[in-house]
């Protein structure tokens, strides 16, 4: 099983851009796929999910901001991100979890990371 992040770079303030996971190796369409995140120094926090069925939720800081969408023909999910902020600066993980809601400690699969930074 592969997870293949793209997407990441360099941004300024209020800018946008979109990252992309796509899973190889197996169907994920009856899993929970999401996106967590690593400032340097700092833990790997959650960030979002999306369930097999569509059910979604956000880490607080996030909401109004990102958003988070999958295409299962595509066993692919998305985060598209707007009016980005300095503190989004870190490397964003995408993980793919069996389990609803999707916790870190529960993560199944792990992609590398893509770094996204957030210039002031």
């Known amino acids: 099983v592969q997870l293949q992040a793209s997407g990441g770079g360099l941004v300024q303030a209020g800018g946008s851009l979109r990252l992309s996971c796509a899973a190889s190796?197996?169907?994920?369409?009856?899993?929970?796929m999401g996106w967590f995140r690593q400032a340097p120094g700092k833990e790997r926090e959650f960030v979002a999910a999306?369930?097999?069925?569509?059910?979604?939720y956000y880490v607080d800081s996030v909401k109004g901001r990102f958003t988070i969408s999958r295409d299962n023909a595509k066993n692919t999910v998305y985060l598209q991100m707007n009016s980005l902020k300095p503190e989004d600066t870190a490397v964003y993980y995408c993980?793919?979890?069996?389990?609803?809601?999707?916790?870190?400690?529960?993560?199944?699969?792990w992609g590398k990371g893509t770094l996204v930074t957030v210039s002031s």
């Open positions: 993980a793919v979890d069996r389990d609803w809601p999707m916790r870190r400690s529960g993560v199944n699969y």
């Open positions: 190796g197996r169907t994920f369409s009856t899993y929970t």
């Open positions: 999306i369930s097999w069925s569509g059910g979604i």
